[in-house]
């Protein structure tokens, strides 16, 4: 069946009553839906419910298990011991390697876990999916451990419902021992010079999204012309790339297969632990600014517990120690100085030149198009 007629319908099923909002879901991201549309969709046809209690709501006493679902490599090798040890609660904790593999676990009926990690152009998405829980801060007094580029995000504008955990950009990793005069710029991409020694992620975000700031646009633009723009400037480049990989390519970084990277700047750090001959550089263009936060689910059963949890995190040894680990900046002010190598917070200059992610809301659809063009050709 073509995958046009077969999405419209899913959305008639839906409308009707006849397909319930868990299998859209899980439909709609085989047929390869964004989760902004999914959520626009949900949306619109009336089939938003409320969290179980209301924000502020008090919870029982401390439950005896937890249950994390968290990226890969992205906590130090003692912070849950320690807090298992402390608190005596027994943690269970797995990974994942994208948002979309977490929001479309979480939505095919993976009720056990209480605390997952977006990023924070997914939190509103999962809001308006009510995924999350809305949180009682008189559990997490460490709060007032935040930076205040970091109390008040976007994303979640009083954090409502994230606690922002790790923050980083999206910027170039280079070798300099190939690369003596640090690349400025996105167009070192489309230098042929370096062809076949220069991979981008593998992400539609990332990777479009460096080309519509190359020509000075927002990493969030809707333009069917920018974006337009952005796919031509990316298949010059894509001619000179070794590959469309994210973390793997660390590896390659290491060895000297690959020269150039668009890359995380934490995941750049951590390759630097075993190739010193790392750089790292945010183009004079721009780039994107990410958080990724911890949230407490709206089936989470352990709530009171992973309260604990986020209050936890946020003390600033236990901060410090989650960064020294990651390679990733702590959004916790007191962790600074207790990290053997702080990563500091952008420059007034820098910021001018750092975006957040944003919902793509129906245009998902349009950039879905845009990015299956660029890998197809």
Same mark, same amino acid.
């Given at each position: 069946m073509n995958k046009r007629i077969e999405t419209e319908q899913l959305v008639e099923g839906l409308v009707?009553?006849?397909? &319930?909002?868990?299998? *859209?879901?899980?439909?709609?991201?085989?047929?390869g839906l964004s989760l902004s549309t999914i959520s626009l969709v949900l949306t619109a046809c009336g089939k938003k419910e409320a969290p179980a209690l209301a924000a502020g709501a008090d919870l029982p006493e401390m439950e005896k298990e937890l249950n994390i679902y968290n990226w890969s490599d992205y906590i130090a090798e003692d912070t849950i011991p320690n807090f298992e040890k402390e608190f005596g609660?027994?943690?269970?904790?797995d990974t994942f390697e994208s948002n979309e593999e977490m929001v479309a676990k979480l939505q095919a009926g993976a009720s056990g876990y209480d605390i997952v990690v977006p990023s924070n152009y997914i939190v509103p998405v999962m809001t308006a999916l009510t995924l999350a829980y809305p949180l009682n801060k008189k559990y997490i007094p460490n709060l007032t451990n935040l930076a205040p580029t970091f109390a008040d995000p976007v994303f979640d504008p009083g954090l409502v419902h994230a606690i922002p955990y790790q923050w980083g950009t999206t910027g170039v990793a280079y070798r300099t021992d190939k690369i003596t005069t640090p690349p400025d710029s996105w167009a070192i991409f489309q230098d042929p010079k370096y062809k076949g020694k220069m991979t981008q992620m593998d992400d539609m975000r990332d990777a479009v999204g460096a080309w519509l700031r190359f020509k000075g646009h927002s990493l969030n633009s809707i333009d069917p012309a920018e974006l337009a723009e952005a796919k031509a400037d990316a298949l010059i480049a894509k001619k000179n790339l070794k590959a469309y990989i994210s973390a793997p390519v660390k590896g390659q970084l290491i060895s000297g297969d690959v020269w150039v990277a668009q890359l995380w700047n934490g995941d750049t750090t951590q390759a630097r632990a075993e190739q010193p001959a790392l750089g790292y550089v945010l183009p004079k263009e721009g780039c994107n600014i990410w958080t990724d936060s911890l949230m407490v689910t709206t089936g989470a059963k352990n709530k009171r517990a992973a309260h604990e949890f986020i209050n936890y995190i946020l003390r600033p040894d236990v901060?410090? &120690?989650?960064?020294? *680990?990651?390679?990733?900046? &702590?959004?916790?002010?007191?962790?600074?100085?207790?990290?053997?190598? /702080?990563? /500091?917070?952008?420059?007034?200059?820098? *910021?001018?030149?750092?975006?957040?992610?944003?919902?793509?809301?129906?245009?998902?659809?349009?950039w879905d198009q845009v990015w299956t063009e660029i890998k197809s050709s």
């Open positions: 009707a009553g006849g397909v &319930s909002r868990r299998e *859209f879901v899980t439909r709609a991201t085989a047929l609660v027994k943690v269970t904790y901060g410090a &120690s989650v960064s020294n *680990f990651t390679g990733y900046g &702590s959004p916790n002010i007191e962790a600074l100085a207790k990290m053997t190598t /702080p990563i /500091p917070y952008p420059t007034a200059e820098e *910021f001018q030149r750092l975006e957040y992610y944003k919902d793509l809301g129906a245009s998902g659809q349009l």
